[in-house]
């Protein structure tokens, strides 16, 4: 069966085309995944502009799906369902994508299945690796999360922690941006930091020990939380002496040392809590598991304490159709599809 899948929860029009495999290791196969990138439209203003977000994907939305199905060559009557996400996100994104899969389910006559977005982060492992072994622990760290996910078994996920604060992707985005460095910063930190020292710069780790007030089931210490780094980040860039700008390597070495802080403290958290759940493998995912310094230090853990670790390729680690579409079909083979009423929801919850 082939699935198409749509995303459009934050500045990317995204639509793709998987296909099922019948391997059950490797149950997906990807056959088009279409990606316009919003990312020129947004540098301009520092970040992403929700309203202008929008606007794009209306404009987008037709031509990147009928993209996505001649690359595939496939035509509407070879699809068995339609694969949207429904949140969480920005609304007025979210509702461009899921009006049009909306429209054409019923204009095709293809099951809907709304999917969660982290739900697609997550699949994203299994699109690129296979079915990982259970349970896994997963770490999905993007520019609008930091959340840490036990999957016990293929589809079930639950939260095992999450950020207080600022997401990691947002940390690096708003660092890069004091800097000077452009939006997103993720990218540009990530390259200047190899030429950095990642102990020029004294910054702190936090390390929070007690249960968050208003989520008392999740114990706390997995919990992570970016602010007070980024906030030392400005204190340093503004304690320095008036009218002086920062040399090359100056901001190299601040983008070393902030990298550090940042992939130890997602790296301790995920061992911790795969050691804590006895989990047989453990995935980064999302925008940030793009990052080079975060892939080498999973790798060198992972092989340290003999736990398979696993990544999503490049190509998947930032927003995509094509997980979108994956995580839809485990929902479709386990039968859940969605009505017309699904609406799209800007905090929607998973599990
Ligand atoms: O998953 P994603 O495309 O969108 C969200 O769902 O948020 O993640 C985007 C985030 C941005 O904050 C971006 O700066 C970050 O991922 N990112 C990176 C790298 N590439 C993208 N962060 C660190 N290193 C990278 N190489
Ligand atoms: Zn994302």
Redesign the pocket.
């Known amino acids: 069966m082939l699935i198409l899948g749509i995303e459009t929860?934050?500045?990317?029009t995204a639509a793709a085309v998987v296909e099922e495999t019948g391997n059950a290791a490797r149950p997906w196969a990807i056959r088009s995944s279409v990606i316009a990138s919003q990312v020129p439209i947004h540098r301009e203003w520092g970040g992403v502009v929700p309203e202008l977000a929008s606007r794009q994907h209306i404009r987008d939305i037709c031509g990147v799906v009928r993209q996505s199905l001649s690359d595939a060559r496939a035509t509407w009557s070879d699809l068995g369902a339609i694969a949207v996400t429904q949140g969480p996100?920005l609304v007025g994104s979210l509702l461009v994508g899921l009006s049009f899969a909306k429209s054409a389910s019923v204009a095709a006559g293809l099951p809907l299945i709304g999917v969660h977005?982290l739900a697609g982060?997550i699949e994203s492992l299994v699109l690129h690796n296979g079915e990982l072994p259970l349970p896994a622990v997963v770490l999905v760290?993007?520019?609008?999360?930091t959340s840490l996910y036990l999957v016990s078994s293929p589809g079930a996920y639950q939260l095992l922690s999450r950020t207080r604060d600022d997401?990691?992707?947002?940390a690096?985005?708003k660092v890069?941006k004091l800097l000077g460095l452009g939006?997103?910063?993720?990218?540009v930190?990530?390259?200047l930091a190899r030429a950095g020292d990642d102990r020029a710069i004294r910054l702190p780790t936090t390390r929070l020990t007690h249960s968050d007030r208003n989520a008392p089931e999740l114990k706390g210490d997995l919990d992570f939380s970016f602010s007070g780094l980024k906030t030392a980040v400005l204190r340093h860039v503004k304690g320095r002496p008036e009218g002086a700008t920062l040399s090359d390597r100056e901001i190299a070495d601040i983008c070393a040392s902030f990298?550090r802080v940042v992939v130890n403290s997602l790296i301790e958290r995920s061992f911790d809590a795969a050691r804590r759940y006895q989990a047989r493998s453990l995935g980064i995912a999302?925008?940030?598991s793009?990052?080079?310094?975060?892939r080498e230090a999973l790798k060198e853990r992972g092989d340290a304490r003999e736990l398979p670790t696993f990544v999503p390729s490049l190509q998947l680690?930032?927003?995509n159709a094509a997980m979108i579409a994956a995580a839809g079909l485990r929902k479709f083979r386990a039968g859940l599809t969605s009505s017309l009423a699904v609406n799209a929801d800007a905090v929607l919850a998973l599990s």
């Not at 929860?9 to 990317?12: A, G, I, N, P």
């Not at 760290?141 to 999360?145: D, E, I, P, T």
């Not at 997401?167 to 947002?170: D, F, K, L, N």
């Not at 793009?290 to 975060?294: K, P, V, Y």
């Open positions: 929860s934050c500045d990317e996100g977005h982060h760290v993007s520019g609008g999360h997401a990691a992707g947002e690096y985005d890069a939006y997103p910063g993720g990218p930190i990530d390259r990298q999302g925008g940030v793009a990052n080079s310094r975060l680690s930032t927003d």
